[in-house]
């Protein structure tokens, strides 16, 4: 028996021995090695000599990640998605294809799955595209994956794709907001839609939930809205751009990412159509800005409008004062300029309104955005109680101009303002005026004041 | 010995081989388990941009991953650690004398990385300098190269 | 070479184990070992005595001590990180899926087997005076081993996990005057979060592993003090009882009989002064029944081991472990099941919160705990024991229905549906 005890001991040892050597085994075969594998060969296949090939194919293999710290994603695509960054692989085999038409969203800095979906933090490839069970963001078909722009650019038109900007109309002026929330703003009827993106649902769903409310949803009280195929794409793309994440001040500053309608109207004022032509049409002092994005990268465009010198000396470009996001916005408009836009532009006849209507438009959107309507109300009304202020709330500014000049209320805005209290002896007031000139640039606060001067009332007429 | 004696042994053998052999594979299973095969850091191979962003004259700094880009006009790129060898402080690079100074313990490193003065121990690394496929600048940190190399674009 | 004798030597001070004295000194005299006795009964060896059950248990949980702190170093109980580590183990780490699954696999066999256990040592009335207290202690480590496995469930931060706990936890609070402060308390706050998680991980990682660490030294000292395992029940005498039990020394004395001296058994100081142990007198036939400990009881121990290792691994290479999506607050998934072992619990909750989560559960572990001081029957023999018998199987057979009602036969809305009709989720 003894005997027999230690043959079964040592016979369970092998086996022990076994499973572990299968595990390891196991997990040392994973898929991702044979794609790699394949991939260097086909980048072998392109190596001028032997050498080189060799030092290709001795690569070793290697989980490829690309960290987005702030958006609590880790991409994993490119491990087995070799090619996508690689030019040369423009006719390789999937995986290994090279991913044009990028521009700045080039997947080492944005990762894959902001605009695809997937399941980033996967390694095989049923897990990567999400189509498991228990993941909820598989990947966006062909038809939808334009929607994804939107998480972003979640303002003005984005190049592209006008479907966002024509949902997000729809959905301004079908009167979605009386059953639904957005942004807290809305009524309690249907559900809150601020993040209905990020709620997991197929966006073959959606559009079929807004051709037919009830068909999907039984029992729903949503009225049909009889859309058309495309209004329901178009509202699907605007749904799908509603997620939670902040990715927009992840990739750029506090800032909104301004759209290119703002870039084409400085392009009208600086005159940058006395150097330059579209596709043509223009002059021909300066190079040619058809396609200019595709030829170089958005930091050199950037460089080229703050110091043309640096990049090519000798330029006859002058230095235009712009800051920032003028810079961005005109970039914006030369990735999607065509030579329509130049003639249209040639012939004086802007699709835009006139300088001072765009400067008070901007002037508006900026009162908004930066959350000057929160204390000084959407219509300029004031009246948000602040105890122990004099008057004893925030002041409505329909009646600035009769107390102040433009520039001092510029200079308010830049410099703030603590208001002066009612009762000296009594506690501070809660709420003040801060002060914007680090945060805000000359020109928004300049087009703020634009914006308050053309709304002021005349009161002293009507006393 | 006779048959049955050998057998007896082999089997033995095979058995206390079996032991540790599992006991082996699965230390070295545990090691493995603990060398992590992605990093939470950031690359030590990346791209920059491309070549045309990169004015002649003073470096660029690149403050995440400590590292100066020289453009010569007439020899090309290169890319140096802007790390102090001495203990890891951040070097700086002035135009005045072309030279790099550490702010921590004095130390100076000539325009070639080479150490001038202070407690030093080694150069400055200069790392490798490629193009990408896409056209792009690519810097592997992995890969040291001597002081006199340099990418001609 | 003499060097190298001289070290081993200094390392392993006992004689060869081909003598008597060297296989009681591999006993007695080393550390890891010692708990044994230098020789044990023949019987105690039988697999059909115990099923070697509690080394079963004792063995998974030294895997789950490996596994557990190996997956330390990879995760971090902070959501929403906890989840991305998981994800992490799944895909990136070498061996990290193997590993996961071995430490749940032994996780859910580690509550089977004390649960058998205990099945056993009721059925053998092994917890029969002398042994009445390690019963207690036994019982102890079956609600720490529970508690382990409950802290452990929360960690993977999915929805599985999310809202088993929360289902858990709610059940306890159930509990009067103090349940809802404990479920705050383990909580650290008003619902599941990541107070919740931290507070489980320690639980999981320190505060438990300790405590069942200290009761199992308890548990095994108490086993050597009784004398060692009891005796198995087919070699039980009709009339005769085990306990011959007098503590104290007078009576004891007259208990005793030392066996015959041999000239190549020695024992340690100790063992003379008191004689043999004190609860179980050892005739002179019966000590032909003993043999050493080594190897005899020491080679079924390696067996069991390596048996409990290889099923272990081969469930861990075939079965993966759950993973569902990341805990949502939001989104309670319909219907809401705790771990397995609970959802007996569950049942009864689902039709009497009170009686169903707070009085049954806490009658059944009074019940348990008193076992041993109401059972007035000193004998262990079947025969004897009827009621008892069929009493404990009922108990043992209501819990078992209703962890199989709660597994299979609730759907949405806990409603009975038949696993025919609907796909019940199952709770791993």
């Not at chain 1, 942004?183 to 839609?193: A, E, H, K, Q, R």
């Not at chain 1, 204390?375 to 122990?388: F, I, K, M, R, Y």
């Not at chain 3, 000590?287 to 081969?314: K, Q």
């Amino acid at each position: 028996m003894e005997r027999k005890l230690q043959q079964i001991f040592f016979a369970l040892s092998l086996i022990a021995l076994t499973l572990i050597l299968a595990a390891a085994w196991q997990a040392n075969t994973p898929s991702w090695k044979t794609y790699q594998k394949n991939f260097l060969q086909l980048e072998a296949q392109g190596e001028p000599n032997a050498v080189t090939k060799a030092a290709v194919l001795a690569t070793p293999p290697q989980i490829h990640q690309v960290m987005l710290t702030g958006l609590q994603r880790v991409d994993r695509c490119t491990t087995c998605h070799l090619g996508v960054e690689d030019p040369t692989m423009k006719n390789a085999p999937e995986p290994f294809r090279y991913h044009a038409g990028l521009g700045p969203h080039i997947p080492s800095r944005f990762g894959c799955t902001i605009c695809h979906g997937g399941q980033g933090l996967a390694t095989d490839k049923d897990n990567a595209h999400g189509k498991v069970e228990f993941w909820q963001s598989p990947l966006l078909s062909q038809e939808y994956i334009r929607a994804s722009c939107g998480r972003c650019h979640k303002e003005g038109d984005v190049p592209d794709v006008p479907e966002l900007a024509e949902g997000r109309r729809l959905f301004e002026t079908q009167g979605c907001r009386g059953c639904h929330k957005l942004n807290g703003v809305g009524g309690s009827i249907g559900p809150d839609l601020t993040e209905e993106g990020a709620n997991h649902r197929s966006p073959e769903w959606l559009e079929r939930h807004f051709l037919a409310p009830n068909a999907v949803s039984a029992g729903s009280a949503m009225p049909n809205f009889h859309f058309t195929r495309d209004q329901a794409r178009d509202l699907t793309y605007y749904m799908l751009s509603l997620t939670n994440e902040e990715m927009g001040s992840y990739f750029s500053s506090m800032r909104s990412i301004p759209g290119p309608a703002y870039g084409r109207q400085l392009f009208i004022e600086k005159n940058c159509i006395a150097c330059h032509a579209v596709g043509g049409v223009g002059a021909k002092i300066g190079p040619d800005l058809l396609g200019v994005t595709k030829r170089h990268s958005m930091e050199w465009l950037d460089e080229q409008l703050v110091n043309p010198e640096l990049v090519y000396p000798g330029s006859s470009m002058p230095e235009y004062d712009l800051e920032t996001n003028a810079r961005k916005a005109i970039v914006a408009f030369l990735s999607a300029a065509t030579p329509d836009d130049l003639r249209l532009i040639q012939s004086g006849k802007p699709r835009a309104q006139s300088v001072e209507e765009v400067a008070i438009e901007a002037g508006k959107q900026d009162f908004a955005r930066f959350g000057c309507v929160g204390c000084h109300g959407t219509e300029l009304q004031g009246g948000v109680a602040n105890p122990n202020a004099q008057g004893g709330e925030v002041p409505s500014l329909l009646h600035v101009s009769d107390d102040y000049t433009k520039d001092e209320v510029i200079a308010i805005i830049r410099n703030g303002r603590v208001p002066p209290m009612d009762n000296a002896a009594g506690p501070p007031p809660p709420l003040y005026m801060p002060s914007w000139k680090h945060v805000l640039s000359d020109e928004d606060i300049n087009r703020i004041a634009d914006y308050l001067w053309s709304k002021q009332q005349q009161k002293k007429d009507s006393w | 010995m006779n048959r049955r004696a050998f057998f007896k042994l082999s089997w033995g053998a095979l058995g206390v081989a079996a032991i540790c052999s599992a006991v082996a594979v699965s230390l070295a299973a545990v090691v493995r388990f603990l060398m992590p095969s992605v990093f939470y850091e950031p690359p030590q191979s990346f791209k920059i941009g491309e070549p045309g962003d990169f004015p002649f004259g003073p470096p660029t700094f690149l403050v995440e991953e400590k590292i100066f880009v020289f453009r010569d006009r007439d020899k090309g790129f290169s890319a140096a650690s802007a790390v102090c060898t001495h203990l890891g402080c951040t070097v700086a690079h002035f135009q005045s004398d072309q030279r790099f100074h550490c702010p921590c313990h004095g130390s100076i490193f000539a325009a070639d990385g080479t150490v001038q003065h202070g407690p030093a121990p080694r150069a400055l690394d200069w790392f490798e300098v490629t193009l990408a496929r896409d056209g792009k600048l690519l810097i592997d940190k992995d890969k040291v190269v001597p002081p006199s190399y340099r990418l001609m674009v | 070479m003499n060097l190298i004798r001289e070290i081993w030597q200094s390392i392993v001070r006992r004689d060869p184990l081909s003598t008597d004295k060297g296989k009681s000194e591999l006993v007695f005299l080393n550390v890891w070992l010692h708990i044994h006795p230098a020789k044990v009964k023949k019987e105690n060896l039988r697999f059909k005595h115990t099923f070697y059950l509690g080394f079963i248990t004792f063995f998974l949980f030294l895997i789950l001590l490996t596994t557990g702190i190996a997956l330390m170093c990879y995760y971090r109980p902070y959501p929403p990180q906890a989840y991305q580590d998981m994800k992490d183990l799944q895909f990136v780490v070498f061996m990290g899926p193997f590993l996961r699954n071995m430490h749940r696999w032994a996780a859910h066999g580690m509550v089977v087997c004390v649960f058998l256990h205990m099945c056993r040592v009721f059925y053998t009335g092994s917890y029969k005076k002398p042994r009445q207290f390690n019963w207690v202690i036994g019982v102890l480590l079956l609600l720490l081993t529970l508690g382990l496995s409950f802290t452990g469930y929360l960690l993977p931060w999915d929805q599985l996990a999310y809202w088993a706990i929360t289902v858990g936890t709610n059940i306890g609070s159930y509990a009067p005057l103090i349940g809802g402060q404990v479920r705050e308390i383990l909580l650290g706050g008003h619902s599941v979060g990541e107070g919740a998680l931290l507070r489980f991980y320690v639980l999981h990682v320190a505060v438990l592993p300790s405590l069942i660490i200290l009761l199992t030294i308890v548990h095994f000292w108490r086993v050597r003090k009784d004398g060692g395992l009891s005796q198995p029940v087919w070699k039980l005498k009709p009339q005769e009882t085990e306990s011959l039990v007098t503590i104290g020394a007078p009576t004891a004395v007259e208990a005793l009989h030392v066996a015959p001296a041999s000239t190549d058994k020695t024992y340690g100081l100790m063992e003379v002064v008191t004689g043999k142990p004190i609860f179980e007198t050892v005739t002179p036939e019966e000590e032909e029944d003993t043999v050493f400990s080594y190897p005899y009881a020491f080679v079924r121990e390696a067996v069991v081991l390596m048996a409990t290792v290889t099923t272990i691994m081969m469930m861990s290479l075939f079965l993966n472990a759950p993973l569902e999506e990341l805990a949502n607050p939001a989104k309670t998934p319909n219907p809401a099941k705790a771990p397995w072992y609970f959802l007996g619990l569950q049942e009864l909750v689902s039709h009497s919160a009170l009686l169903g989560g707070v009085v049954a559960p806490a009658l059944m572990v009074i019940a348990l705990i008193a076992i041993p001081y109401l059972d007035r029957n000193p004998s262990r023999r079947p025969g004897d024991r009827k009621w008892m018998l069929w009493l404990f199987t009922f108990f043992v057979v209501v819990n078992l229905a209703l962890i199989v009602v709660g597994t299979f036969f609730r759907g949405p809305g806990w409603a009975l549906v038949p696993p025919w009709v609907h796909v019940a989720g199952g709770a791993e």
